[in-house]
Structure formats: structure tokens, C-alpha cells
């Protein structure tokens, strides 16, 4: 452990960082990368993110140094101990996303086994939240990328270290799916809507562009995308969007108005250039608004999602 060396991130870390968030990235959902300035943005303030990001009250980003190299990292936040803060997260610390290489080679001098820089980076987390004297701990893996949050599946490592270290996961788990846009239904392909009668009208949606489904003067579905930022954001490639909401009005269910409205934002993004869409479903329980994804599972199955990981959300230590 004397190689180990736990201090606050430096500007000049952020290349291996930004190595070290793209190599967690990929494993979950293919080919995804962001750039280095999203990663620096990301370590302050989001202003996109306009109801739990004003509750924070302190960032502090470390990382974990071995033989000149960014072994681990970690960022944390702080939330307000008053009526500034949400109930739920009101006087609590958060280990925001912890990282490190979990593998290597066998007999290799030169690539040193960094669990021990992982176990004292985890350790100066909680030696942080004991300065700032939170009474709740939580811990999750949410990276400023496409549909990477919670611990996914593939962060094996990360699910062991918070568990060594007191975490449980107390949440829920959620599926990710993703989907070519060229395999999603298309109304080229079937030009009729599914009831006589159907229109499409565009609008501002919460989550993106808004697409409904109307019948006569109802409103009986719609569909929001989000095209998700290009350029700065996502260093590679751009093409990429994600469903914010999808609902269908229950005397309409299981006629083909999901399918239909799924097909009119296909063809809505391939004229943006889209061409990987994200979805998102809990796995088990209902959500909060009393949503059960049972029957919205089955759904993307059917119209060509593919399943990219199943994530952890909601790890607490008591």
C-alpha cells in the first residue's frame, strides 16, 4: 500500500479519468464514449439536471494514484442538512460513481493489482462523509453517459467493493435496452394506423420532442425522444437518443397504438440521424407513479429492443 497514494483529482488526471470512465462505459452499452471536457464538466454543477442537482451542497472528486497512474477515482456529493434538500437525500453524502481497473495480467510486474488502491480510495470516501458529518451514506455508479447509472451488471468489482465496505443495495433494479432505429417499426411499412381515423401531431414534450397519438379531439398516447448532445458530449459518434415517455391511455392498450407511435418516432429521428435509441424499464415492483413494467417489458422485446444490462439502483450503508 505504500505505492498508494489517495488525494483530490488534479486537472492534469483528467486523460486517465476520462480512460477510466470510457473503459466502464463500454462494458454496459457498445461503442459509448464522452469526451474529456464532459467529463471535467461533469464534476461540477449540472444545470440539466434541475430538481437534485440544486440540493447539493459540495462536490469532491479523489483519486487514487499508483505508480503514476489513475488507478481509481471517486466523486461525491454532499447534500443540504435543510428544507434546501429533497426528504430523501436531506443531510446525506453520496458516493456519486467510484471507478477503478479491476483487472490484471497474471505475472506482469509492471500492471499492479489496484484493489488495494480501491480499498483506501472507499476509505477516504467515508473518512470525507465523516468531515462533513451526513447521517445518511449512498453509494451509485451514475456517469455523465448515456444510459450508465446505478451498478450495472458488468461492474462486478464495483458491486463487491461497495459491499466490503457496508453498502447494501436497498433499491430496485432497472433494465436497459437498446434498439437501431433502422429495426424499429417504420410507418413506410405499414402506412395505416391501427385505428381509423389516427393522427400524429408534434410538440414540446418534458423529456424531448413529443409525438401523439390523436383520435378525434383525444389524445389517446404519446412518445417522447430526447436527442441526446453530440460534439462536446459524446467524443466518437453522435446518433443517439432515448425515450423519456411512452404512454398509452388503458382503453387503447394492445391495439397497436404503442407499435404505431414507436414507428412515427423512428421515422422522426432518422431525419435527425439518429441511430441507436435507448428505453428503459424497472425489472421488478412497481415505480413510484404505481407503474408496473411487466406488460412495457414485454413490449420492447416485441418491437426490437435488446436487452444491454440489468442495474443496481439505490445502495445505502447505514
Given at each position: 500500500?505504500?505505492?498508494?497514494?489517495?488525494?483530490?483529482?488534479?486537472?492534469?488526471?483528467?486523460?486517465?479519468?476520462?480512460?477510466?470512465?470510457?473503459?466502464?462505459?463500454?462494458?454496459?452499452?457498445?461503442?459509448?464514449?464522452?469526451?474529456?471536457?464532459?467529463?471535467?464538466?461533469?464534476?461540477?454543477?449540472?444545470?440539466?439536471?434541475?430538481?437534485?442537482?440544486?440540493?447539493?451542497?459540495?462536490?469532491?472528486?479523489?483519486?487514487?494514484?499508483?505508480?503514476?497512474?489513475?488507478?481509481?477515482?471517486?466523486?461525491?456529493?454532499?447534500?443540504?442538512?435543510?428544507?434546501?434538500?429533497?426528504?430523501?437525500?436531506?443531510?446525506?453524502?453520496?458516493?456519486?460513481?467510484?471507478?477503478?481497473?479491476?483487472?490484471?495480467?497474471?505475472?506482469?510486474?509492471?500492471?499492479?493489482?489496484?484493489?488495494?488502491?480501491?480499498?483506501?480510495?472507499?476509505?477516504?470516501?467515508?473518512?470525507?462523509?465523516?468531515?462533513?458529518?451526513?447521517?445518511?451514506?449512498?453509494?451509485?455508479?451514475?456517469?455523465?453517459?448515456?444510459?450508465?447509472?446505478?451498478?450495472?451488471?458488468?461492474?462486478?468489482?464495483?458491486?463487491?467493493?461497495?459491499?466490503?465496505?457496508?453498502?447494501?443495495?436497498?433499491?430496485?433494479?432497472?433494465?436497459?435496452?437498446?434498439?437501431?432505429?433502422?429495426?424499429?417499426?417504420?410507418?413506410?411499412?405499414?402506412?395505416?394506423?391501427?385505428?381509423?381515423?389516427?393522427?400524429?401531431?408534434?410538440?414540446?414534450?418534458?423529456n424531448g420532442c413529443r409525438l401523439s397519438a390523436v383520435?378525434?379531439?383525444?389524445?389517446?398516447?404519446?412518445?417522447?425522444?430526447?436527442?441526446?448532445?453530440?460534439?462536446?458530449?459524446?467524443?466518437?459518434?453522435?446518433?443517439?437518443?432515448?425515450?423519456?415517455?411512452?404512454?398509452?391511455?388503458?382503453?387503447?392498450?394492445?391495439?397497436?397504438v404503442g407499435s404505431w407511435l414507436l414507428g412515427q418516432?423512428?421515422?422522426?429521428?432518422?431525419?435527425?440521424?439518429?441511430?441507436?435509441?435507448?428505453?428503459?424499464?424497472?425489472?421488478?415492483?412497481?415505480?413510484?407513479?404505481?407503474?408496473?413494467?411487466?406488460?412495457?417489458?414485454?413490449?420492447?422485446?416485441?418491437?426490437?429492443?435488446?436487452?444491454?444490462?440489468?442495474?443496481?439502483?439505490?445502495?445505502?450503508?447505514?
Amino acid at each position: 500500500m505504500s505505492d498508494v497514494q489517495v488525494r483530490p483529482f488534479r486537472r492534469g488526471d483528467r486523460d486517465q479519468l476520462t480512460r477510466l470512465v470510457n473503459a466502464h462505459a463500454e462494458a454496459v452499452v457498445p461503442g459509448m464514449s464522452v469526451s474529456v471536457n464532459t467529463v471535467l464538466g461533469s464534476l461540477e454543477r449540472q444545470p440539466g439536471e434541475f430538481i437534485v442537482d440544486p440540493w447539493v451542497s459540495e462536490r469532491v472528486t479523489l483519486v487514487a494514484e499508483q505508480r503514476s497512474r489513475v488507478a481509481a477515482a471517486a466523486h461525491l456529493l454532499r447534500y443540504y442538512s435543510d428544507d434546501r434538500a429533497g426528504p430523501a437525500y436531506r443531510d446525506a453524502g453520496e458516493i456519486r460513481w467510484l471507478l477503478y481497473w479491476p483487472a490484471a495480467p497474471a505475472g506482469n510486474p509492471y500492471w499492479p493489482d489496484v484493489t488495494g488502491a480501491a480499498e483506501a480510495l472507499i476509505a477516504a470516501c467515508a473518512d470525507v462523509f465523516g468531515r462533513w458529518g451526513v447521517t445518511r451514506r449512498y453509494a451509485d455508479g451514475e456517469l455523465p453517459v448515456p444510459g450508465v447509472y446505478g451498478v450495472p451488471e458488468q461492474w462486478p468489482h464495483i458491486a463487491a467493493l461497495y459491499r466490503r465496505a457496508g453498502f447494501a443495495h436497498t433499491g430496485h433494479t432497472e433494465v436497459v435496452y437498446l434498439a437501431p432505429v433502422e429495426d424499429l417499426p417504420s410507418p413506410g411499412r405499414n402506412p395505416d394506423p391501427p385505428l381509423d381515423g389516427l393522427t400524429v401531431s408534434r410538440s414540446v414534450g418534458i423529456n424531448g420532442c413529443r409525438l401523439s397519438a390523436v383520435l378525434g379531439e383525444q389524445v389517446i398516447g404519446y412518445i417522447e425522444t430526447e436527442i441526446l448532445d453530440t460534439g462536446e458530449r459524446l467524443s466518437r459518434h453522435g446518433g443517439w437518443a432515448d425515450v423519456g415517455n411512452l404512454h398509452v391511455a388503458s382503453g387503447y392498450r394492445r391495439r397497436g397504438v404503442g407499435s404505431w407511435l414507436l414507428g412515427q418516432a423512428a421515422a422522426w429521428l432518422r431525419l435527425a440521424g439518429v441511430s441507436r435509441l435507448l428505453n428503459y424499464a424497472w425489472l421488478e415492483g412497481t415505480d413510484p407513479g404505481g407503474l408496473n413494467y411487466d406488460g412495457h417489458r414485454a413490449f420492447l422485446a416485441a418491437v426490437g429492443f435488446r436487452e444491454l444490462t440489468r442495474t443496481a439502483r439505490g445502495w445505502t450503508r447505514q
